[in-house]
């Protein structure tokens, strides 16, 4: 099983763009499923994550801004991105797993298994 990330390209700052994470092939745990970002020279980081009991997280860089929400029909995993900076240029990935973390208010994917990502580039 796979999870495949789509949606990504280059936007102006102030843009927005949808992220898509198809996930019919991927048969492992979506107890909790995420996208996360790396950009050069960073550690990857989380932003956003949604249980399976509909609770979500968000990095307190994206709050207000980015949307996590899932299509159960469509076994898709969607993330809107809006009000774009160059600040969010990065690889996103999707993520999935069996298990979470509570901090900071919120329960956060820990996940096991990552898709191949997609590049976002954000100019100024």
Same mark, same amino acid.
């Given at each position: 099983? #796979?999870?495949?990330? !789509?949606?990504? %390209?280059?936007? =102006?700052?102030?843009?927005?763009?949808?992220?898509?994470?198809?996930?019919?092939?991927? /048969?492992?745990?979506?107890?909790?499923?995420?996208? @996360?970002? #790396?950009? &050069?020279?960073?550690?990857? $980081? $989380?932003?956003?994550?949604?249980?399976?009991? %509909?609770? /979500?997280?968000?990095?307190?860089?994206?709050?207000?801004? @980015?949307?996590? !929400? =899932?299509?159960?029909?469509?076994?898709?995993? *969607?993330? #809107?991105?809006? +009000?774009? !900076?160059?600040?969010? /240029?990065?690889?996103?990935?999707?993520?999935?797993? &069996? +298990?979470? =973390? *509570?901090?900071?208010?919120?329960?956060?994917?820990? &996940?096991? *298994?990552?898709?191949?990502? /997609? =590049?976002?580039?954000?100019?100024?």
């Amino acid at each position: 099983g #796979q999870l495949v990330e !789509s949606g990504g %390209g280059s936007v =102006q700052s102030g843009g927005s763009l949808r992220l898509s994470c198809a996930a019919a092939g991927y /048969t492992g745990s979506r107890y909790c499923m995420g996208w @996360f970002r #790396q950009a &050069p020279g960073k550690e990857r $980081e $989380e932003v956003a994550s949604l249980s399976i009991d %509909g609770a /979500t997280a968000y990095a307190d860089s994206v709050k207000g801004r @980015f949307t996590i !929400s =899932q299509d159960n029909a469509k076994n898709t995993l *969607y993330l #809107q991105m809006n +009000s774009m !900076s160059p600040e969010d /240029t990065a690889m996103y990935y999707c993520a999935a797993g &069996p +298990s979470r =973390q *509570y901090y900071s208010g919120a329960w956060h994917c820990r &996940p096991n *298994y990552w898709g191949q990502g /997609t =590049q976002v580039t954000v100019s100024s």
